[in-house]
């Protein structure tokens, strides 16, 4: 029967070897209308007979492996009798190992054993492996049992990759607390110093400053937001054709200390279409959060998702956590969800459409976010508002623009070479999607929004919602001054365009927020009270400066309500000038951020998930 080989495609079997199907059928592991059913799908599908029969619960992995070793004349290692011999996997490498799913076992004479657990892929890889080892023999062994096996003895070595995998001169991981906080020192009393000296030329130095970017600011916002609107009227009705063979995808969902979550979690990723032979969803948790462990333990995990434990580290972000867990990734593509994410069930599938349109520079997708609890408070309106905004028409018009994307943490997906070349994320960047989506710029990638929606919960305590704030606004500043190391090496990276969008991007929002109080204080000329300094500038410097600064809510409010054209979001039309009292917090968030940049540069200041998530997510999902 054709396409009964377990091969990564539907073939008809290698000459002088039993199909995989028939050899199932002969011990009696599956049945025959089960094998038609599987044969059915491999047709269709980029898969191994296998992995359908085991996503679907037709056979087991046990089975399965027998049946494999049988096929190719070879045996089952047994992982609980022996032991590899760790020099043998440190000439291959062990992150190298998981990759190709080989891992060099022993020696027998002057062949090397290697044990496989995908043996149709074996003679694909055998010049690589007879390179580093000589003449090689392969077993067969199940992918569960090569994890522990290898991990068994070089599970420091994988942790410390995960910790230090991006070049040292595009990471923070060299972060200077102390030249930093001396650096800062020294601003704070040269604006001290300078302002006992000449308080009306400082004050209008830095008002200068803050002005200027508030009004590039808006002016890019808005651009963005008009490329956005122009390129949705021209939007075909028919998007570009799904491929004919969809590829393997693997989703990480990085968890901690949420065991309430993570039943719900499971649900949620359950209504998923993509086919299940195909989807790879990776838990991925501390090694010390017993708590999660126990709870997904207790969820009954089907078989395209599995719990990937993180060594314990001192180093504690969730950079460090994926950046491990892509080891162990199956899928050709990489995507990442968050704990309390609902993704639409089709999501998979418009991503795919997005990379085989895209061409080979196109290295991220990155999905629409939506709040799913904008009526529990204002908090949450705004919270609702300001995503509709940022994801719906400022990033996706960047992007049309061809401006730097700082991505957002979630929803992202990723070709996983292109992804495993840039080093994946830097492990200590507490804002680790931002600072990707500027060195996959910085490398000549792109990055494409698509309209598929994923919903989660807004943080709307005030307390959380500032702590979450800054840990971004503290992740801003630090890709930014890791990336303006050599700020000529980045002007010829991205060029003139770009590069002066990074600075609007990161600096500007960092100064707007820094700086917010000396702007307050022209509020006080629109409502007649005066500025203390109004007398000592000429007329008509206040009128320019209120027309700017209507202008600039003008933009806002236009941008703002423009986003919220879904049914679900017109209720909140109204709230869109609360926002004027809204981002005050942010410039809270940005001086705690600067002020844990010297005191705690690498903390993660954690979001609590699942507290107004209940009843509206599950109807979503």
């Not at 018009?397 to 943490?409: D, E, I």
């Not at 960047?429 to 919903?455: C, F, I, K, P, Q």
Request: glycine share 6%; with cysteine.
């Amino acid at each position: 029967m054709a396409g009964t080989v377990d091969q990564t495609t539907a073939t008809e079997p290698t000459p002088g070897r039993l199909p995989l199907g028939t050899l199932l059928l002969r011990r009696g592991a599956i049945r025959a209308g089960d094998l038609v059913r599987a044969l059915e799908i491999q047709s269709r599908q980029q898969s191994r007979l296998g992995d359908i029969l085991r996503a679907h619960g037709l056979a087991s992995d046990e089975d399965v492996i027998a049946a494999l070793a049988e096929q190719f004349g070879t045996t089952v290692i047994d992982a609980e009798a022996s032991r590899p011999d760790p020099r043998l996997i440190d000439r291959l490498g062990p992150r190298r190992c998981l990759q190709i799913a080989c891992l060099p076992w022993a020696r027998r004479g002057a062949v090397t054993l290697v044990a496989c657990a995908r043996p149709d892929s074996f003679d694909d890889h055998r010049p690589e492996l007879e390179a580093c080892l000589g003449p090689v023999a392969m077993a067969v062994i199940p992918e569960a049992a090569l994890h522990r096996a290898l991990l068994a003895s070089r599970r420091s070595t994988l942790r410390l990759m995960a910790e230090t995998c991006v070049a040292v001169e595009e990471s923070c991981r060299i972060w200077d607390s102390r030249r930093f906080s001396r650096w800062m020192a020294s601003a704070a009393l040269g604006i001290v110093a300078t302002t006992l000296v000449a308080p009306m030329m400082t004050f209008l130095l830095l008002f200068g400053i803050i002005l200027t970017f508030l009004l590039a600011g808006n002016l890019m916002k808005l651009a963005a937001a008009i490329a956005q609107l122009r390129a949705q009227r021209r939007r075909p009705p028919d998007g570009p054709t799904l491929p004919l063979r969809k590829p393997p995808v693997s989703i990480m969902v990085p968890l901690y200390r949420e065991p309430d979550i993570a039943p719900r979690l499971v649900r949620r990723l359950g209504a998923i279409s993509y086919p299940r032979e195909l989807l790879d969803v990776m838990l991925v948790v501390e090694e010390d959060d017993h708590l999660t462990r126990d709870a997904l333990a207790a969820s009954k995990l089907p078989e395209w998702m599995r719990v990937i434990p993180v060594p314990d580290s001192t180093l504690r972000t969730k950079p460090r956590a994926l950046n491990y867990a892509l080891n162990f990734a199956r899928g050709q593509i990489v995507g990442v969800y968050d704990a309390e994410d609902a993704p639409a069930p089709d999501q998979l599938h418009r991503v795919i459409e997005a990379f085989a349109a895209g061409g080979p520079k196109l290295a991220c997708v990155q999905g629409v976010l939506d709040y799913v609890n904008p009526s529990t408070n204002w908090l949450s309106r705004c919270f609702t508002i300001e995503y509709a905004a940022w994801f719906r028409l400022i990033l996706p018009g960047l992007a049309r623009l061809g401006l730097v994307v700082p991505l957002g943490g979630t929803t992202l997906f990723f070709r996983r070479d292109l992804l495993e070349e840039l080093g994946g994320w830097d492990a200590h960047n507490v804002t680790e999607d931002a600072d990707l989506g500027l060195r996959l710029a910085r490398h000549g990638y792109w990055t494409e929004l698509v309209s598929s929606v994923t919903m989660e919960e807004a943080n709307c305590r005030v307390w959380p919602w500032i702590k979450q704030r800054s840990r971004w606004l503290k992740g801003y500043a630090m890709t930014y001054a890791v990336h303006m190391r050599d700020p000529g090496l980045l002007w010829r990276q991205l060029g003139a365009w770009r590069f002066f969008g990074v600075q609007l991007l990161f600096l500007g929002t960092l100064v707007q927020f820094l700086l917010a109080p000396i702007l307050w204080s022209f509020w006080l000329m629109l409502f007649g009270l005066g500025h203390p300094l109004g007398g000592a500038m000429p007329g008509i410097v206040p009128v320019t400066i209120a027309v700017i600064f209507l202008s600039g809510e003008v933009i806002s409010l236009t941008i703002n309500i423009a986003a919220l054209q879904a049914p679900r979001h017109k209720f909140l039309r109204i709230w869109t000038p609360s926002l004027h009292f809204y981002f005050p917090l942010a410039a809270i968030a940005a001086w705690k951020g600067i002020w844990e940049l010297v005191v705690s540069p690498f903390y993660w200041d954690k979001t609590t998930h699942g507290l107004h998530d209940g009843k509206s997510l599950a109807a979503h999902a």
